[in-house]
């Protein structure tokens, strides 16, 4: 079986009074990177690695959000579940990077591609869904 990941920016955030406290630039605004709706594939297949070419053709704009989300990313493209009784889907994630002052939000969703019929069987019968009672929370 073949495993994609899609990485969807789901919100730009900016904590201005953090900024105007510490930042050398107190009107930074929000992340110049990403915005809202923002969508990057990684493949990693015969013939295609965008985990080790950040993106692929689609380049991924930050190294501060790549160290952020990589490890959960690489995860999710050899068929793991990113976190497994946290998340109400294990092959779905929500990171986001580590700026303080303006973080952003990232959903990672992990996407199984049936290469047999053996493939195709155990994605119909597995149920990669969590509840509130299946629930780790720490």
């Known amino acids: 079986m073949k495993h994609r990941v899609t990485v969807t920016v789901l919100e730009t955030t900016v904590n ?18 990403f915005s809202e709706g923002d969508v990057f594939e990684f493949w990693r297949e015969e013939g295609r690695d965008d985990f080790y070419r950040f993106g692929g053709d689609t380049r991924f704009p930050c190294a501060e959000a790549w160290d ?7 995860t ?17 994630m929500i990171a ?12 990672l969703e992990r996407s199984d591609v ?8 155990y994605l119909e019968e597995h149920d990669f869904t969590w509840g509130a009672a299946d629930a780790y929370t720490g």
């Open 16 to 33: 201005t009074a953090l900024q105007k406290a510490y930042l050398a630039n107190p009107e930074s605004g929000p992340c110049p990177c």
């Open 68 to 74: 952020c989300i990589s490890r959960y990313l690489y």
């Open 76 to 92: 999710g493209l050899q068929g793991g579940a990113f976190m497994q009784k946290w998340t109400r889907d294990e092959r779905v």
């Open 96 to 107: 986001c990077c580590n700026d303080g002052t303006r973080p952003v939000i990232f959903k």
């Open 114 to 121: 049936p290469e047999t019929d053996e493939d195709r069987r």
